[in-house]
């Protein structure tokens, strides 16, 4: 069965960065994109970019742009996710979800803390 | 960017009742070449993550269980629950992946 599973929870101090990566099983890697969304306490679901795991495309949100990089490793099915210049704000929980059109399987989440 | 608001905020209904939760989108989210409309809507429970419900606005994820229909076009949309069960207890999301992919703020279905 498809399977997306992230890494951990993270504390980070404001000024560092994070790197999430969510790991895949049970489908072809590169038939489908992936997308990062986060989820901060009491706010809605933000999308943050996706990346076309086939061919390594990339697209940010502009709110994230330049502070976002999302890559993939096609040989261990995994990608990742790193954020950098992390402020309080960035406090969240974020996901990964594959892709066709909608969004159909997603991680578990991971927490990410920022504090100093 | 599409910026999509959801009506109400939260609503209770009673076992068995039909819950309506509307969705409306700032641009049309219709792609013409294909006549779909890129809407979906996603079940929240506490500590796990969104739930695919339904995509192109009306097709039922597989799984999904007949009570939970979705209708609409262009800008507005509607997520029906046909009669409520207590494991739909949630938060309901509408989301669209025209460009990019931005959500509603979410309607919080409770048990009256």
């Known amino acids: 069965q498809v399977q997306l599973v992230q890494s951990g929870a993270e504390v980070k101090k404001p000024g560092a960065s994070v790197k999430v990566s969510c790991k895949t099983s049970g489908y072809i890697f590169t038939s489908y994109v992936m997308h990062w969304v986060r989820q901060a306490p009491g706010q809605r679901l933000e999308w943050m970019g996706w990346?076309?795991?086939?061919?390594?495309?990339?697209k940010y949100s502009q709110k994230f742009q330049g502070r976002v990089t999302i890559t993939r490793d096609t040989s261990a099915s995994t990608v990742y996710m790193e954020l950098s210049s992390l402020r309080s704000e960035d406090t969240a929980v974020y996901y990964c979800?594959?892709?066709?059109?909608?969004?159909?399987?997603w991680g578990q989440g991971t927490q990410v803390t920022v504090s100093s | 960017d599409i910026v999509m608001t959801q009506s109400p905020d939260s609503l209770a209904v009673s076992l068995g009742e039909r819950a309506t939760i509307n969705c409306k989108s700032s641009?049309?989210?219709?792609?013409?070449?294909?006549?779909?409309?890129?809407l979906a809507w996603y079940q929240q429970k506490p500590g796990q993550p969104p739930k695919l419900l339904i995509y192109w606005a009306s097709t039922r994820e597989s799984g999904v269980p007949d009570r939970f229909s979705g209708s609409g076009s262009g800008t507005d949309f509607t997520l029906t629950i046909s009669s409520l069960q207590a494991e739909d207890v949630a938060v309901y999301y509408c989301?669209?992946?025209?460009?990019?992919?931005?959500f509603g703020q979410g309607t919080k279905v409770e048990i009256k």
């Open positions: 989301q669209q992946f025209y460009d990019g992919l931005t």
């Open positions: 641009q049309s989210v219709l792609y013409i070449s294909n006549n779909q409309n890129y």
């Open positions: 979800a594959r892709a066709v059109g909608a969004p159909d399987s």
């Open positions: 990346i076309n795991a086939g061919n390594g495309n990339t």
